[in-house]
């Protein structure tokens, strides 16, 4: 079934427990927390100690999203909080095959990310060793964004590439966008406005797994 990841980026900041309870009640499957640096993409979010707390509540795994230039100071400052998977991008600086390895020395699963302009031959050396793939569908830094198009050919030709672990979306996913995602082999959707300003998320919830009745479990 697809799975589906609230992006807390886009919850009241003076109601993070609120919101993320709620979220929790509506039945998601892991929590994702942004964090971000004001250098690998223009904006700042989520500290260690909002992931610590965070986990104190969390009855869902937490997805952790490192969009910062140097993941490889903050992977046991992140794990040591709390985070149960932690996603490092492509782009940034030091050795991915290094960071995946220490990710998992520690106990946790991996993730490893593309923004929307970066092709999948960054990600090919790694998907033996990597739990996820995340594909960017916006470029990092900000939600409500549209979902950029192309990118569900990446998905596509992960899967024709033979990566048979989790394939997760983040950016501009809605009811709309996400059947045709599933189609091209998404297992895990980030989902941030559309969640958060939904009447009803735990109807909407129900509708998006739904769609994904016959995604296979990872
Ligand atoms: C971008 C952020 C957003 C957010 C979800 O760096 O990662 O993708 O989580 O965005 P929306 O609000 O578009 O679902
Ligand atoms: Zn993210």
Redesign the pocket.
């Known amino acids: 079934m697809i799975k589906i990841a609230p992006?807390i980026?886009?919850a009241d900041p003076l109601n993070l427990e609120r919101d993320a309870r709620r979220m929790m009640a509506a039945g998601c499957d892991w929590l994702?927390v942004?964090v971000?640096d004001a250098h690998f993409?223009p904006n700042l979010a989520f500290s260690p100690d909002a992931v610590r707390r965070l986990a104190e509540i969390a009855a869902v795994p937490l997805d952790v999203?490192l969009?910062m230039d140097e993941p490889e100071k903050y992977i046991g400052v992140f794990l040591d909080a709390g985070a149960d998977r932690l996603t490092i991008h492509a782009e940034a600086n030091g050795d991915p095959g290094a960071m995946l390895r220490e990710i998992h020395r520690r106990g946790a699963r991996t993730g490893l990310a593309i923004k929307p302009g970066t092709g999948t031959e960054r990600v090919a050396p790694w998907m033996g060793e990597t739990d996820l793939i995340l594909t960017?569908t916006?470029e990092?830094?900000?939600?409500?964004?549209q979902l950029e198009e192309p990118v569900l050919d990446k998905i596509a030709e992960l899967r024709r590439m033979g990566y048979r672990g989790e394939i997760e979306a983040?950016?501009?996913?809605n009811e709309q966008n996400l059947p045709r995602l599933i189609e091209k082999g998404l297992s895990v959707a980030?989902?941030?406005?559309?969640l958060f300003h939904a009447a009803d998320p735990a109807e909407m919830m129900v509708r998006l797994h739904a769609m994904g009745a016959g995604v296979p479990e990872k």
Request: proline letters at 4%; charged letters at 10%.
């Open positions: 992006s980026l886009a994702h942004d971000m993409v999203h969009m960017m916006v990092p830094g900000f939600g409500g964004q983040d950016g501009g996913i980030v989902m941030g406005t559309a």
